[in-house]
């Protein structure tokens, strides 16, 4: 029987030590937080692991906490048909053509509706003030929020070509939320049917000092990725993302081949490891992937979470941003992109498919390189390959720009804004 679990595992906050990014944001956060005293907030998603929304609700629930706002975060368990479904939907909403048949929908609709009953329990458990529904897996919930309850949706999904019956079909749960908030301000002609009052934009944001993202000595990177089998001595490029179509794995493979031919002994690492329960369609892009690495030893693929060698994910991908020499993000849509995010927030150089999302994070020439094709991300790998004062300087104003917009504490200053 579907159901609702609590997550309780959360990253470690102190907001204390948010501080040293910005020492005004504090008095912000405080005035804007005594102000939600009362707010009690239930967070839902499809999935505790893998993905950008996991990532954030992690750090963000025990912040907001730490400000005195009494947030909790449920996700959702059902049967693979179900996630195999919300995926269709989710790539419907990215653009691809085609549509669910009926008997999906009522699926997609029959399983929300068996969540009620657990949904019930947690609102008379904490009875939350808001409840936000992140992105389309239970979108269907709305139908069962008492109405005195603040209804929010967070879309965190690329929304700027969507397949319109998609829409059309998610229309009648989407009305109902009082507010919709969007990654980017260009999204919300995809749902010209909405009052223009009930949407709000909230760009995403890391947290600087996870366990992913806080920094990383380079010998230690280094020793990490020896023990995978990389060879730091040799030149390393990285796309850390779930093996997903939308991020164009095939397309990096490519890039690297092309790369290759003016770098033979140039590294390509791809991390996705299959824990995001919300994409069964992983494994198999992977398989795809795997016979497209033509066996190459310089490609370094992570999809097993049970190959990790005893260390963290998180870890690892620290390691594998801060070791490399570059980081691509060859995606063809991205609804904002948080591993963007994490490898400018590193330093990183970053060469990056020209997706909504990427152009948000992404001045091109000046933060990292935007790239139409294979062909012109492999142009850019091979010139900053041979110059690494420009990688530098990319990656130091990567850096900068991660510091100015997209750090955790901005990110929960307008989330509460929201509650308020
Ligand atoms: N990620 C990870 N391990 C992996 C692949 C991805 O921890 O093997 C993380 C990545 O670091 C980022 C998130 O998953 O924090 C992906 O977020 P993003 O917004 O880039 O993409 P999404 O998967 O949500 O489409």
Redesign the pocket.
């Known amino acids: 029987m579907p159901t609702l679990l609590e997550f309780r595992n959360f990253n470690r906050i102190n907001t204390k030590d948010y501080e040293q990014f910005d020492s005004k944001l504090r008095a912000k956060l405080i005035s804007a937080a005594k102000k939600s005293k009362n707010k009690k907030v239930l967070h839902i998603n499809a999935t505790p692991f893998?993905?950008?929304?996991?990532?954030m609700l992690r750090s963000q629930i025990p912040f907001e906490r730490m400000l005195g706002i009494k947030s909790h975060w449920l996700t959702i368990k059902a049967p693979i048909k179900f996630f195999r479904i919300t995926k269709k939907i989710h790539n419907f909403i990215q653009g691809k053509s085609d549509t669910l048949t009926e008997k999906e929908k009522s699926l997609y609709i029959s399983v929300n509706r068996e969540l009620q009953k657990s949904l019930a329990y947690f609102i008379e458990k904490y009875k939350p003030t808001s409840i936000v529904i992140h992105d389309p897996q239970p979108l269907p919930l709305v139908n069962f929020i008492p109405k005195q309850i603040h209804k929010i949706l967070r879309l965190?999904i690329d929304l700027s070509t969507p397949n319109p019956a998609i829409l059309e079909f998610l229309k009648q749960f989407i009305v109902s939320y009082d507010k919709i908030v969007l990654s980017n301000k260009i999204y919300r002609l995809a749902m010209p049917w909405l009052k223009l009052s009930k949407i709000a934009v909230i760009m995403?944001a890391?947290d600087p000092l996870s366990v992913?993202n806080r920094s990383m000595n380079s010998e230690t990177a280094r020793l990490i990725i020896n023990e995978f089998g990389i060879n730091h001595t040799k030149p390393l490029i990285t796309q850390?993302?779930?093996f997903?179509p939308?991020?164009d794995p095939l397309g990096v493979i490519k890039a690297y081949y092309l790369a290759k031919n003016k770098i033979p002994d140039i590294q390509l690492a791809m991390?996705?490891?299959f824990?995001?329960q919300d994409?069964p369609e992983a494994k198999e892009i992977f398989k795809i992937v795997k016979k497209n690495d033509r066996g190459d030893r310089d490609i370094f693929l992570?999809?097993n979470p049970k190959k990790l060698l005893g260390i963290s994910?998180?870890t690892l991908?620290n390691a594998l941003y801060t070791a490399s020499d570059l980081v691509i993000?060859k995606s063809i849509r991205?609804?904002?992109?948080?591993?963007?995010?994490?490898a400018m927030w590193k330093g990183r150089a970053v060469v990056a498919g020209k997706t909504t999302?990427a152009l948000v994070q992404i001045k091109d020439g000046k933060n990292g390189i935007l790239v139409n094709s294979s062909e012109e991300a492999a142009e850019a790998i091979v010139r900053l390959m041979k110059n690494e004062k420009s990688r530098e300087k990319l990656g130091k104003a990567a850096h900068q720009s991660v510091k100015r917009r997209f750090l955790l504490p901005h990110y929960v200053l307008n989330n509460i804004k929201l509650y308020n």
Request: aromatic content about 14%; glycine content about 18%.
């Open positions: 893998g993905g950008g929304v996991a990532e965190h995403p890391i992913k850390v993302s779930r997903d939308w991020k991390a996705g490891f824990f995001a994409d992570f999809s994910n998180d991908i993000q991205e609804g904002f992109g948080l591993t963007m995010t994490e999302g």
